[in-house]
């Protein structure tokens, strides 16, 4: 099977500027996840959604980040204004269901300078 | 609350040593936990779950509900091996997939 997708790779922004994550899930897996994974940390769950429509998102600084999944397929995060804490990489997983193993992409690094 | 602590971030070995990574939860309920991997250069991925009861790659994870563990084992670590682990609560009863911090073994030659 096709693995999660995510674009891009890398971002380079500087602070107060905004930028956008894409993510791709395994076909058929209804639920999707976006982690936020600072260096030297484990991942923190930032969203969740089972098909289109939000589960938790209880960790999700929501003054400055959004995220959709239209159509319960694929998703976008975006943040703006970025600041320099945004520095991480974002992980996108999805999964069967919201107790089956989780399937993750490859991350996109976000470096605001 | 629900937590996951491994309280190791660096674990180094030399190759052909026994290795046992911990991971210590706190949960209300009947947790089913998982572990992650991710190899140099590679994505996250699922190593093995309690609930399988298997091995995977020579590692084998028992849960310990008395003490709260699921500490990840493996008699004979190799190179190979060599990796970032992450030990996970996922999203059961409502709550949130939790993972810890993680522990980056390094097996020696």
């Known amino acids: 099977e096709a693995g999660v997708a995510q674009s891009p790779r890398y971002k380079i922004i500087e602070k107060r500027q905004s930028v956008a994550f894409w993510c791709n899930p395994i076909s058929g897996h209804a639920t999707l996840y976006w982690y936020q994974q600072i260096l030297g940390q484990g991942p923190k769950l930032l969203i969740q959604?089972?098909?289109?429509?939000?589960?938790?998102d209880s960790q999700l600084p929501k003054d400055r980040f959004s995220a959709e999944r239209l159509k319960g397929v694929d998703s976008t995060l975006k943040i703006q204004p970025a600041k320099l804490e945004d520095s991480a990489v974002y992980l996108c997983?999805?999964?069967?269901?919201?107790?089956?193993?989780?399937?993750f992409g490859n991350g996109t690094r976000l470096t605001v300078t | 609350a629900q937590r996951v602590t491994q309280p190791e971030k660096l674990l180094s070995v030399f190759k052909g040593a026994p290795v046992e990574l911990k991971c210590n939860y706190s949960?209300?309920?009947?947790?089913?936990l998982f572990w992650y991997v991710q190899y140099s250069r590679q994505r996250l991925q699922l190593l093995l779950r309690?609930?399988s009861r298997e091995s995977i790659k020579g590692f084998t994870a028992d849960l310990n509900k008395g003490e709260t563990s699921f500490h990840l084992k493996k008699p004979f670590a190799q190179e190979e091996d060599s990796a970032m682990y992450y030990c996970a609560l996922p999203n059961t009863g409502g709550f949130k997939t939790i993972f810890g911090a993680g522990t980056r073994l390094f097996v020696k030659a």
């Open positions: 997983a999805s999964s069967w269901g919201s107790n089956s193993p989780l399937h």
């Open positions: 959604f089972q098909n289109n429509g939000v589960v938790d």
């Open positions: 309690h609930i």
């Open positions: 949960y209300s309920g009947s947790p089913e």
